[in-house]
């Protein structure tokens, strides 16, 4: 059984345009994440939210909003994609227990 | 702001070789360390995980030790595999909104 899953793994989309990441965890953990992977393979995290609270990264564009509607889903949605978005985009979900970070496989987003 | 160093970027060596990689970070107020690999095209894969207050967990062949008066973390892999070629990455935890925060990353190449 797939932990944490993204849909899509892969998506292409021009500059303007609006888009959706969807993420779904199993775990039943308290916690989820969204992190961005650039093109130096460097990892930042961009939000962790759980049902009491959201923490933003204050360098994350407002054109980015995650939407959690439900426990077990935490969604990334991308207005007005530009050329830098384009990155591999990471879920994660922790349980409060031992704060361990479990990932899905990634979404590339590519903006041409 | 924390910053994590991972040295060295890049290693390869042959089959069946002890190794160490190195995992060095600024603010020694952390809550926890974790190690992860990255395999090409795919998520990270949670390998140990140390707690504040823990020296060293050991998985497998894999050893990882934590010193965080001094700011350091070693990776231990006994008895190298070509499996074991992926991407190491060292992560500390420091709490509120900068989540995990990542070094760069350790290329690990096994010769056959």
């Known amino acids: 059984d797939t932990a944490v899953s993204q849909t899509p793994k892969y998506l292409v989309t021009q500059m303007g345009n609006d888009k959706s990441i969807k993420c779904e965890q199993n775990?039943?953990?308290?916690?989820m994440y969204w992190y961005k992977q650039d093109s130096k393979k460097f990892l930042k995290i961009m939000f962790s939210?759980?049902?009491?609270?959201?923490?933003i990264n204050e360098t994350v564009p407002n054109r980015f909003s995650p939407k959690s509607p439900d426990k077990a889903h935490l969604n990334l949605h991308i207005n007005s994609l530009e050329l830098g978005d384009s990155a591999v985009y990471f879920c994660?979900?922790?349980?409060?227990?031992?704060?361990?970070?479990?990932f899905g496989e990634g979404s590339r987003l590519t903006v041409l | 702001k924390q910053e994590v160093t991972q040295i060295p970027a890049a290693l390869s060596v042959p089959e069946g070789e002890n190794l160490v990689l190195n995992c060095s970070f600024t603010?020694?107020?952390?809550?926890?360390l974790q190690w992860f690999r990255q395999d090409p095209g795919k998520g990270l894969t949670s390998l140990l995980l140390?707690?504040?207050?823990?020296r060293e967990q050991t998985s497998g062949r894999l050893n990882a030790s934590l010193d965080k008066s001094s700011g350091r973390s070693t990776l231990y892999i006994a008895a190298s595999q070509p499996g074991d070629s992926a991407t190491y990455l060292c992560?500390?935890?420091?709490?509120?909104?900068?989540?995990?925060?990542f070094g760069k990353g350790t290329h690990l190449i096994i010769q056959p």
């Open positions: 140390i707690q504040s207050s823990q």
């Open positions: 939210y759980n049902n009491k609270e959201l923490i």
């Open positions: 994660a979900s922790s349980p409060r227990t031992t704060g361990e970070l479990f």
């Open positions: 992560a500390v935890e420091g709490g509120g909104a900068d989540g995990l925060t």
């Open positions: 775990l039943g953990h308290d916690t």
């Open positions: 603010d020694s107020a952390i809550y926890n």
